[in-house]
């Protein structure tokens, strides 16, 4: 193309193409050719200043902005990126003045209103902030990120109701925004809703759009859920003479957002539980009675509850009489050479199907109608199979011989931990801004730190519900060890099913990783090290793998959280209860109608067998102080960068010791627990870096 012919436009729109294209080159050359004709034309102005702002040449970026807004005083354009720039590199009080002329030119622009309220924000002018806000959102209803924005902001001021709502519409508007599911998921999870300033409808709504996805922990928002749905109905179930023809179970039962709960959440709440253990029974009990009119009604209910038992690992007591009941449906089912697809979904809710050769036999490779039967099918039957299949491609790394490692490997090769259904859906991230935003508010730099290929140890990755956000560091290999065969081939599962490429399965005990022959830049081992013989030999054996500093998470219980707990051990061990499903319900049921449930019954741990055998009858378990912490990190010269917590209890701590800036003082820490001993209720999670020798 000849340039020599065309219009001043057209060498302006060809410089544009190559700027889109990243061309910068071709494109700086044009724009400065047209300056060469037309020294005040504005635009190409700005656009040099934008050229120089993506390349960090931040003073010539600023040079060509106020350049063109002198060339022509009215460019809103001119003063709007004026204002990026200084957002950019942190001179916000300017920014805000270039914004506010921006918007005296053209009062309709959201992005200015938009990148407004992102510096009163930073500037701590909160109440302006949530009005340039809402001004965006005036002009344009469906500005995504305004909607986004404002929410992070409710609810950092403790405004969770409001927040949600403008999750909700930023998810609407794209429903691809990983970020919005992240932060709604942490909302829910973390905040103290007021209810009756909820519009019901529309949080109904709204749990529906999530559950019907796929792109969050369901279970983490279970408390949330519990509160906007179960209420009421809660009420009426101590009578213990619920029926199934009552009013308001039938809208409980009919009800599509109820039954995707049961799908992919595991009820975490013990009235919830008796409500659906009565259920249960009567369908059992119209079942034993061939009342299949009556159940047929129920069956998407049911096909639901059915998954809901399994995902819990048939954690719910059984009377005598139900146990001889479904013996006897089974039988019946057994005996039966056509598929009764209701009848197998109560025999379900009591007992995996695939314990029965028989129904087996009948069930892998039939094709049911009813895609919540197939999905029971490929949950029961399919999964398990595909997991036997994926067992024979992971490695082994050397021979398990350590006693306690092969009590352990044992109690998870029968109850991998945790199952999981969802997770909140990843989002590729520099670890650098992850490790950031976990130990806010310190800071750190990276030293002979490759950002290009993140070697990842995932120690003790289990099921592969942890490894699922390591995987996520941008350019990064990540390599999962565990004890446990079955634990491994569940989490291959679910990261194959994923489309996870970066992630290598190794079958080992930490105590035999030193025959790893590699090194890694990031180590993570989270609720491992306290369930080894010697947690501090583990510990040894992983800070020789990690590279001079690399980073380190770690997460080791805590005696003050953990006090409670230690009845309900005691009481499980003088009762001689055991880590068997039938001894485990005994034992919940038995912890149920004792003055020991509330020690117990909050912790999502209670509601699945698995996590209760981790959480009450585990192999092996060590607690921590942190003043045992202190001299651990001491005596392997490990650098403590700061606990990942929730901004809340960040903010308690700065209140209680304002001082300490960077909040890394553990000695102030232990005091903070001492008053506040739920701290670390799940364990103490901690970043570390290893000191360069």
């Known amino acids: ?119 009163f924000k930073k500037l701590g002018q909160y109440q302006k902030s949530i009005e340039s806000y809402l001004a965006a959102i005036d002009i344009d209803p469906n500005h995504e990120q305004a909607h986004y924005n404002l929410g992070i902001l409710l609810s950092e001021v403790n405004r969770p109701e409001k927040a949600l709502d403008h999750y909700y519409k930023a998810i609407k508007i794209n429903p691809d925004n990983v970020h919005s599911y992240q932060n709604l998921n942490v909302l829910m ?36 859920v519990k509160s906007v749905l179960f209420s009421e109905i809660i009420k009426i179930i101590w009578g213990k003479n619920v029926l199934l023809e009552n009013n308001t179970i039938q809208d409980f039962l009919n009800n599509e957002l109820i039954h995707l709960i049961l799908q992919k959440s595991l009820i975490c709440d ?44 048939y954690v719910y007591y059984q009377t ?59 949950t029961q039957f399919h999964e398990p199979l595909e997991e036997n299949r994926l067992k024979k491609l992971i490695k082994p790394l050397g021979k398990i011989t350590n006693t306690i490692s092969k009590r352990v490997k044992v109690q998870y090769e029968v109850n991998p931990y945790p199952r999981w259904k969802h997770s909140s ?113 583990g510990l040894e054996i992983l800070v020789n793998l990690l590279r ?38 005994m034992f919940r049921k038995s912890i149920s109608d004792s003055n020991l449930k509330n020690r117990i019954s909050s912790s999502s741990d209670f509601y699945s067998v698995s996590s209760v055998r981790d959480l009450i009858f585990h192999e092996q378990e060590h607690r921590f102080t942190l003043s045992q912490i202190m001299e651990i990190l001491n005596k392997f010269g490990l650098e403590f960068l700061g606990f990942t917590l929730s901004k809340k209890i960040k903010m308690m701590y700065s209140e209680r010791f304002p001082e300490d800036h960077k909040q890394v003082s553990l000695k102030n820490w232990h005091q903070f627990e001492k008053e506040n001993p739920t701290t670390f209720a799940g364990m103490y999670t901690f970043w570390l870096r290893k000191k360069a020798k």
């Open 189 to 224: 999870r973390e905040s103290l809703f007021n209810m009756k300033e909820i519009d019901q409808v529309k949080i109904e709504e709204l749990l529906l759009f999530l559950f019907k996805g796929n792109n969050i922990d369901h279970t983490s928002v279970f408390p949330f």
């Open 320 to 378: 005598e009489q139900e146990i001889n009941l479904v013996n006897k449906l089974r039988a019946r089912l057994e005996n039966n050479s056509n598929i009764n697809e209701l009848g197998l979904a109560i025999l379900g809710c009591y007992i995996p199907l695939s314990s029965s050769e028989i129904i087996t036999d009948q069930l892998l490779n039939y094709q049911s109608k009813s895609s919540l039967f197939k999905e029971i099918i490929t």
């Open 425 to 537: 859906k990843g989002v590729s991230i520099n670890f650098w801004d992850l490790l950031s935003k976990e130990i806010e508010p310190n800071k750190t730099t990276i030293e002979n730190f490759s950002s290009t290929n993140i070697q990842v140890l995932v120690a003790g990755c289990g099921t592969g519900k942890h490894i699922v956000r390591a995987k996520d560091y941008r350019n990064s290999e990540v390599t999962g060890i565990d004890l446990s065969l079955n634990s491994l081939a569940y989490a291959k599962r679910k990261t194959d099913k994923l489309g996870y490429k970066n992630i290598q399965y190794v079958q080992a005990d930490i105590l035999n990783l030193d025959e790893l022959d590699k090194t890694f830049d990031v180590i993570e081992c989270a609720g491992v090290l306290h369930h080894m013989e010697t947690p501090t030999e």
């Open 270 to 313: 013990l009235a919830v539980e008796s409500l659906l253990m009565i259920i249960r029974k009567e369908f059992l009990l119209e079942a034993s009675n061939k009342r299949w009119d009556l159940v047929e009604k129920k069956s998407n209910f049911i096909f639901s509850l059915a998954e809901q038992c399994f995902l819990n690992e």
């Open 1 to 119: 193309m000849n340039e020599a012919n065309l219009s001043v436009d057209d060498i302006f729109n060809l410089a544009t193409r190559y700027h889109k294209n990243g061309g910068y080159e071709n494109a700086e050359v044009l724009y400065k050719k047209i300056l060469e004709v037309l020294p005040k034309h504005y635009q190409s102005l700005c656009h040099l200043g934008l050229l120089a702002k993506q390349q960090r040449k931040y003073r010539v970026a600023v040079q060509y902005f106020y350049k063109a807004i002198e060339a022509d005083k009215s460019y809103m354009e001119g003063y709007h990126n004026l204002g990026e720039l200084l957002k950019e590199i942190g001179q916000y009080q300017k920014s805000v003045d270039f914004y506010l002329k921006a918007i005296q030119i053209n009062p309709k622009s959201a992005a200015t209103y938009n990148s407004l309220a992102v510096v």
């Open 548 to 585: 001079p500093n690399g980073f380190m998470k770690i997460g080791l219980y805590s005696e003050i959280a953990r006090k409670n707990l230690l009845g309900v051990r005691n009481f499980a061990k003088q009762e001689r209860f055991s880590s068997t499903v039938e001894s485990i319900r």
